[in-house]
């Protein structure tokens, strides 16, 4: 099983920056995905950003140029920078991470943010 934790969600002003940490455990071997997803009330959950084991990295359009996503293999984490927020970023963001090449799925607890216009 993998642990992953988050940290760093938070009520921010509109233009405002946050840097949000996920932070995993247990049996990491093989993890080869990990990124951002979230979920604002009443809507789906979405990809945010992903970033591999070698670095290429995937965004939605609608984070393109404010967000940027990165990650330490050697510390097991991930994290993912946030400018220019706006008030539609506003929801709960969740650390994923993933075996593609065996279809395993993990999900830490989600942290929310909160931009307020």
């Known amino acids: 099983q993998v642990q992953l934790v988050e940290s760093g969600g938070g009520l921010v002003q509109a233009g405002g920056s946050l840097i949000l940490s996920c932070a995993q455990s247990g049996s990491v071997f093989g993890i080869d995905s990990m990124g951002w997803y979230r979920q604002a009330p009443g809507k789906q959950r979405e990809l945010v950003a992903s970033i591999t084991d070698t670095g290429s990295t995937n965004y939605a359009e609608s984070v393109k140029g404010r967000f940027t996503v990165s990650r330490d293999n050697a510390k097991n984490s991930v994290w993912l920078q946030m400018n220019s927020l706006k008030s539609e970023d506003t929801a709960v963001y969740y650390c994923?991470?993933?075996?593609?090449?065996?279809?395993?799925?993990?999900w830490g607890q989600g942290t929310q943010v909160t931009v307020s216009s």
């Open positions: 994923n991470a993933q075996r593609t090449w065996v279809g395993d799925n993990y």
